[in-house]
């Protein structure tokens, strides 16, 4: 019996594997104690308004985001909206699906736009990736912070 190979897009583990595109599958992004799942988070964020996110902001953010330069010169750069999401408390709003193409924009100096989740959506989010309990503990964790000086 032949074994099965399957290999990358553009021979980089960050792509897609070649002939399983139309394979579903969930995706997730994990922070911290947190899971978001990507499907899940697109499915809440279809009709909501595409927000401009700034240069600062972004280069913040990348800092702590795991980036493979390599797989960024593989993302078309018309490729669509990131997903941020909103934390209770001033804990942060994270980029949770366009990391790469967060960073895309920044190199090529163009414009990153997202659509945001507000509290409840995230919420939800969670509630759905991660489990009801896990969810609402991690959230009542969250909230229960004091919000960061700067956010004052």
Not at 27 to 42: D, H, K, M, P, S
Not at 66 to 95: E, K, Y
Not at 107 to 126: C, H, K, P
Request: net charge neutral; with cysteine.
């Amino acid at each position: 019996m032949r074994k099965l190979r399957l290999a990358h897009h553009n021979n980089c583990p960050r792509c897609p594997v070649i002939g399983a595109e139309d394979i579903p599958g969930d995706e997730f992004y994990e922070l911290l104690w947190l899971r978001f799942n990507i499907r899940t988070a697109e499915e809440l964020s279809r009709g909501h308004d595409i927000k401009r996110v700034e240069s600062a902001v972004l280069e913040r953010w990348l800092q702590h985001a795991r980036i493979d330069v390599a797989h960024v010169d593989h993302i078309p750069s018309n490729s669509g909206p990131g997903i941020m999401v909103t934390l209770p408390s001033g804990c942060g709003m994270p980029l949770i699906d366009g990391n790469h193409r967060a960073a895309r924009s920044l190199r090529d100096g163009s414009v990153f736009v997202v659509t945001v989740l507000n509290e409840e959506e995230t919420l939800t989010l969670l509630c759905r990736s991660m489990g009801i309990y896990r969810a609402d503990v991690a959230w009542q964790r969250m909230a229960s912070l004091k919000p960061h000086p700067k956010d004052e």
